[in-house]
């Protein structure tokens, strides 16, 4: 029950990649949320995890104004695999 959860919320986090303007509060949330559930679960031995740190860190860059077509598009398309096979589970 809790990864159809966590898949719920990394669906939820790809809102701010694609409309930063839409919420900063939700940007900064979502950007917390993805480095604190990868810091975890690296701590677990689950290495996939830093990506979820490095995604997390790339929508902090995107607050910053620094962004990049490619990079967002792999972000989106890992945070959109994760959630859907996580709520799949």
Not at 20 to 29: H, K, T
Not at 36 to 55: N, P, Q
Not at 60 to 73: A, E, R, Y
């Amino acid at each position: 029950m809790l990864h159809k959860f966590l898949g719920f919320f990394d669906l939820i986090c790809i809102i701010p990649l694609i409309w930063l303007d839409l919420n900063i509060g939700l940007a900064l949330a979502c950007a917390l949320y993805l480095i604190v559930k990868g810091v975890s679960y690296l701590l677990g031995g689950d290495f996939i995890s830093v990506l979820d740190i490095l995604t997390g860190a790339y929508i902090l860059f995107l607050l910053g104004g620094m962004s990049n077509i490619i990079i967002t598009l792999i972000a989106i398309i890992f945070l959109a695999q994760k959630g859907i096979f996580s709520m799949m589970a």
